[in-house]
Each structure stands twice: as C-alpha cells, then as structure tokens.
T-cell receptor
C-alpha cells in the first residue's frame, strides 16, 4: 500500500518570506501523480499544484513550486513571497496512474501559519 | 468550480441513529469517493464508486455503507452512528484515472457530530 508522510505538523513563516513544506511517499509504482492541496479555514480542498512522475521538470504555479526527487520519493512544496492568504492546512497526496478507480492517498497535513 | 453538492452540510445526531449523507454531482464524472477528515489523520478513504451500482471499500469502511443508483448521486450511510464517526466527511469526484490530470475535485464537506 502507498503511504504519504508529512513530517512537519506545523510551520510558521514571516509574510513575504519563503517556506518549504516536506513530503515523502512510498510506492512500488513507476507511474503516478503527486499533488499538493490547500485547505483554508473555509474547509474547501483546493488543488495547489500537481506533478506527473514521468516528467522530470518540476511543476510551478506562480509563487508555488515543487522539488520532485523521484529516486528519493520526495515531493516538497516551496511557497515564495508568502502572503496572509496562504495560511491553511496543506496536504500532500499521491495517486497511482492507470487502471482502477484508486483515489488519493493523503499525508496527515502541515498547518502553515503566516506571521504578519 | 466542479459541480459537487453535499447535504446536509451540518448534522448533529445521537448514538445509534441512522444517518445518510448525500453527494450530488453535475459533472457526469464516473468515479466518486467518500473521505473522512479527522485531526492528525488527514483524509482517509471510506468507500468509492467506479460506476452505477459499482462500489468498493476504502481504508476505513467499517460502520459505513454506500449506494450509487444514478451517476450523479453517491450516498454514504451510517447504519447506527457512533461517537467515533464524528468527523468531517468529504465527497470527491474524478474522471477516468487514465485522464491527463488525475486530480480529484472535492465538495465542501459535511460536519457530522454524534452525541
């Protein structure tokens, strides 16, 4: 079974600074997706960024970027120029690609606090 | 935003009573999921459906049943609610896993409190 581990239950960063959230995963598959979801106090699950395992290039979405290390099974999220609106729970998630109806396997989440 | 509606959004019930949560989608996606979210556990899969009347168990399925009689509706039933089932429940939908993006789209969640 796949597992996703987020080792930082909580992180704090000053507004406008850069923060990196860590995620490691375990799988025997070679083709899969990785995601970061954001959950603000509204409780809505919002997709921040996605990475396809067969792509070597790290995904970026504006101020959000990932460092995908496939051999190390590591998938960290970097948030640049942190803003107050970035304060939320962040979940790393894995999904096997191809076949079946597998959903996402989530990590336990990292609570990100933005200090003004 | 994906058209996913969960109802009810909030419910308080007593131990031993039956509870049904409904997920309705307007996206005609084949796959539907029920997750529960608890502090310190992230989101965990309860049940999922890969078509009308086709369902399967997830990681934490004990005490839950599901039904899907139409593409757009996926029901989660707690036959006899217990306090350990107090949680926030999320419905999610997805196109085929073979699609190019692989992401799940989530409803807004239903908070259930079992007293």
């Amino acid at each position: 079974a796949q597992t996703v581990t987020q080792s930082q239950p909580e992180m704090s960063v000053q507004e406008a600074e850069t923060v990196t959230l860590s995620c490691t995963y375990d799988t025997s598959e070679s083709d899969y997706y990785l995601f970061w979801y954001k959950q603000p106090p509204s409780r809505q699950m919002i997709l921040v960024i996605r990475q396809e395992a067969y792509k070597q290039q790290n995904a970026t979405e504006n101020r959000f970027s990932v460092n995908f290390q496939k051999a190390a099974k590591s998938f960290s999220l970097k948030i640049s120029d942190s803003q107050l609106g970035d304060a939320a729970m962040y979940f790393c998630a894995y999904r096997r690609r191809g076949g079946g109806a597998d959903g996402l396997t989530f990590g336990k989440g990292t609570h990100l606090i933005i200090q003004p | 935003d994906a058209g996913i509606t969960q109802s009810p959004r909030h419910k308080v019930t007593e131990t031993g009573t039956p509870v049904t949560l409904r997920c309705h989608q307007t996206e005609n996606h084949r796959y539907m999921y029920w997750y529960r979210q608890d502090p310190g556990h992230g989101l965990r899969l309860i049940h999922y459906s890969y078509g009308v009347k086709d369902t399967d168990k997830g990681e934490v399925s004990d005490g839950y049943s599901v039904s899907r009689s139409k593409t757009e509706d996926f029901l989660l039933t707690l036959e006899s609610a217990t306090s350990s089932q107090t949680s926030v429940y999320f419905c999610a939908i997805s196109e085929s896993p073979q699609n190019l993006r692989g992401e799940l789209f989530f409803g807004e969640g239903s908070r259930l409190t079992v007293l």
